[in-house]
């Protein structure tokens, strides 16, 4: 389980929407969400259409999956910028394998990073305890510098942190060090689209401008 040191005010933050256990995500989602707003300029790096799109995407997967996996599954679909994060646990590769397949066919989506784990299905207090590490994570990127933490999404399975988001190789290094840092995490993977700086200014100015109109 998560060890309390050291907590920073966002951490402490997500730590108190933590006393409902069922209610964590989004408790922890909307005072994140907040503190970014009020304190960074940075939009979503996606279009709006790749947002509608992998709306559409996640409604679609969390239709499907379950009729292929049942009770024999635990199946997270997750969907950035038309890129399909898969994780969770099924029974075995064969399923794995069916699940991908009925996720490649939606339409819009472009890639698919499968990281399903052939097993025992993940237990409530381990999924709660990832709901919490999400909560921490996202709150240490809003205190850290030089990160928009409203661009990175973040998914946790099993103690393991996915970073999914359009963002510079330098943001992603930093974003990668941060969610290190944050304890009960026990690995970070990176499943970002990686853009260039000059890209990055330009989405800056764009939003600069939209904002003073």
Known sequence: MIKWTRLKR????????????TA???CV????????????????RRTFGAQTEDKAILFKGETRVPRIVGDA????????????????????????????????????????VNDLE???????????????ITGMVKAAFVDAKDLYANSIKV?????????????????????GDVARGVSGVKKVVKVFEYISEDELRQMTRTSDDTAKK
């Open 73 to 112: 599954g635990h199946v997270n679909v997750t969907s950035f910028n038309r890129k399909v994060l898969l994780t969770g646990e099924v029974r075995d590769e064969a399923m794995k394998a069916a699940v991908e397949r009925e996720v490649a066919a939606i339409e819009g989506v472009q890639s698919i």
């Open 118 to 132: 052939v097993g025992m299905i993940s237990s409530f207090s381990s999924r709660s305890n990832d709901s919490l």
């Open 155 to 175: 998914v946790t399975e099993r103690g393991t942190v996915y970073l999914m988001g359009r963002v510079t190789q330098r943001e992603g290094n930093l974003a």
């Open 10 to 21: 966002p951490v402490a933050m997500a730590v108190l929407c933590g006393a409902a256990v």
């Open 29 to 44: 989602e909307m005072a994140v969400g907040s503190a970014v707003v009020g304190t960074l300029a940075a939009t979503d």
């Open 24 to 26: 964590l995500q989004g």
